[in-house]
C-alpha cells in the first residue's frame, strides 16, 4: 500500500514558477514509477510527466516538454513537478501517481493515487 500526498499548487502569473511534492509513505517508494496527471476542469485527465525508478529516465507531453521537470529523492520518498514559463492552459488539478511499472501517456493504469492539488495561473 502506497500513500500519497501533493502539495505546492496555488495562484501563480503566467510565466512564473511553481514546484508541486508529493510525498508517500512505505518503505518500498523506489520500487515505484512515479507519474504527474492533471485534469482542467470539463476535460479528462491527462498524463504530463514520468519518472523510472530511479528517476534516470523521464517522459513528457509534449504539452509541457522544456517547461517542465519530474525528478524524485527515493531518501526523502518525494517526486517533485518543476514547472517554468506557466501557461493558463497549465491551469487544472495535478494528481501524482505511482505504479511498480514505468509507463507514460494517457494509456497508463497507475495503481496508486494522491488527492491532487489545484494549480491556477492566470493570465
Known amino acids: 500500500q502506497v500513500q500519497l500526498v501533493e502539495s505546492g499548487g496555488g495562484l501563480v502569473q503566467a510565466g512564473g514558477s511553481l514546484r508541486l511534492s508529493c510525498a508517500a509513505s512505505?518503505?518500498?517508494?523506489?520500487?515505484?514509477?512515479m507519474g504527474w496527471f492533471r485534469q482542467a476542469p470539463g476535460k479528462e485527465r491527462d498524463f504530463v510527466a514520468a519518472a523510472s525508478w530511479t528517476g534516470a529516465r523521464t517522459y513528457y507531453a509534449d504539452s509541457v516538454k522544456g517547461r517542465f521537470t519530474i525528478s524524485r529523492d527515493n531518501a526523502k520518498n518525494t517526486v517533485y513537478l518543476q514547472m517554468n514559463s506557466l501557461k493558463p492552459e497549465d491551469t487544472a488539478v495535478y494528481y501524482c501517481?505511482?505504479?511498480?511499472?514505468?509507463?507514460?501517456?494517457?494509456?497508463?493504469?497507475?495503481?496508486?493515487w494522491g488527492q491532487g492539488t489545484q494549480v491556477t495561473v492566470s493570465s
Open positions: 512505505g518503505r518500498t517508494f523506489s520500487s515505484y514509477a
Open positions: 501517481a505511482a505504479d511498480r511499472a514505468y509507463c507514460s501517456g494517457n494509456a497508463c493504469s497507475y495503481e496508486y
